[in-house]
């Protein structure tokens, strides 16, 4: 109580101008005080831990390509699913047991699969049933456009709807599950059209170890099938069964050549071929039909050749005289690079015999 008092004395002692001037620095204080608690408190509460609350229940994530068990007792396949049988036992019987090595019964049908293209749908299709330990990936009936090489992963089988004619011998046969590759769409000007747009593949993506592999009773247009590995390579059991192959070619490597051709000119490569195979045991190609829907072969007019002695250039104003041919070149190949092995036709199909040891 004495020191207010005192302070009051004091206050009073001061005149105006010097009373005005502790005032205002009081409230100046007491504002800054106040301001210092708020920041205080503040700090306090965000610092403090949350008040319990339940915790919320897991829920599993699942992918829109995730692979949905369509078989009772089996962990395979995706919901749609499709055939299952083995298409080998179903027309040959127990000729070729090695293809029941094959998951048949794990389908997994590339309408299940989320994708922006086909090629994407496909993807997540075959890595599920790469990843499944195996399978098929079932094309049911229509069209599926690839702009770009696909490649099989070990123990997957491409496989279309039943085709309405099942014998490849008859002029209507036809799959109707059709996988459709770029066209070349030649340009007879400059460089002409880039290679790479055309003159696409299938193949394996581990071409000397992926087994239990294959293509069943589909359409492929503008796409070889080549399943190659190396001569020392482990890769078996491969299956080219019930497949319509049209439009196949390559372009030779060595055309134009740019010493006396123009920069468009193109040659089809006679060593391409429409299925290509080998592997260390039991290949089947049965049932298949090649080149009788040809529709991409063109003329070349104004194409330039040398003459046998090579001493003058001849230019053919006739397009028809060097064509573009997606059919001059070999149909199957099988093995071609290994000693020891026969290709033997039976029945209208062709297998390998092996003889002689060293394989």
């Given at each position: 109580m004495?020191?207010?008092?005192?302070?009051?004395?004091?206050m009073n002692s001061l005149d105006r101008p010097q009373r005005k001037l502790w005032q205002f620095l009081s409230l100046a204080g007491f504002f800054s005080c106040v301001a210092v608690a708020i920041y205080s408190l503040s700090l306090f509460l965000h610092n403090s831990p949350p008040p319990n609350t339940p915790a919320k229940p897991a829920v599993a994530s699942i992918s829109a390509a995730a692979p949905v068990a369509q078989f009772p007792g089996k962990n395979c396949g995706s919901a749609a699913g499709g055939p299952t049988d083995n298409p080998v036992a179903a027309k040959y019987g127990n000729d070729y047991s090695w293809t029941s090595e094959i998951k048949w019964n794990c389908v997994?049908?590339?309408?299940d699969f989320a994708g922006n293209t086909d090629i994407d749908k496909f993807n997540a299709a075959r890595d599920a049933a790469a990843s499944?330990?195996?399978g098929v990936v079932y094309f049911p009936a229509g069209e599926y456009k690839f702009e770009d090489n696909i490649y099989l992963k070990n123990g997957v089988v491409l496989r279309g709807d039943n085709p309405p004619v099942a014998d490849a011998k008859s002029s209507n046969y036809a799959p109707s599950s059709r996988l459709v590759f770029p066209k070349y769409e030649p340009r007879f000007t400059g460089n002409g059209t880039p290679n790479d747009t055309a003159f696409k593949k299938i193949s394996p993506e581990n071409p000397s170890v992926d087994s239990n592999?294959?293509?069943v009773n589909l359409d492929v247009n503008r796409a070889a099938i080549s399943i190659v590995g190396s001569e020392e390579g482990q890769h078996q059991n491969i299956l080219v069964f019930g497949v319509r192959s049209n439009n196949v070619a390559s372009a030779d490597a060595q055309v134009p050549d740019v010493s006396f051709q123009d920069g468009w000119m193109r040659y089809s490569d006679r060593f391409a071929t429409n299925i290509k195979?080998?592997?260390r045991a039991n290949i089947l190609v049965a049932n298949n039909r090649l080149n009788d829907a040809v529709t991409d072969s063109y003329e070349q007019p104004g194409y330039k050749v040398k003459t046998a002695d090579g001493k003058s250039v001849l230019t053919y104003r006739e397009g028809n005289k060097v064509p573009f041919s997606y059919t001059d070149h070999y149909g199957i190949v099988v093995n071609r690079s290994k000693s020891g092995v026969l290709l033997?036709?039976?029945r209208g199909r062709w297998s390998l015999l092996y003889f002689g040891g060293g394989l």
């Open positions: 004495m020191v207010i008092r005192r302070l009051q004395r004091w997994y049908n590339i309408t499944n330990g195996g592999i294959g293509l195979l080998n592997g033997w036709r039976r």
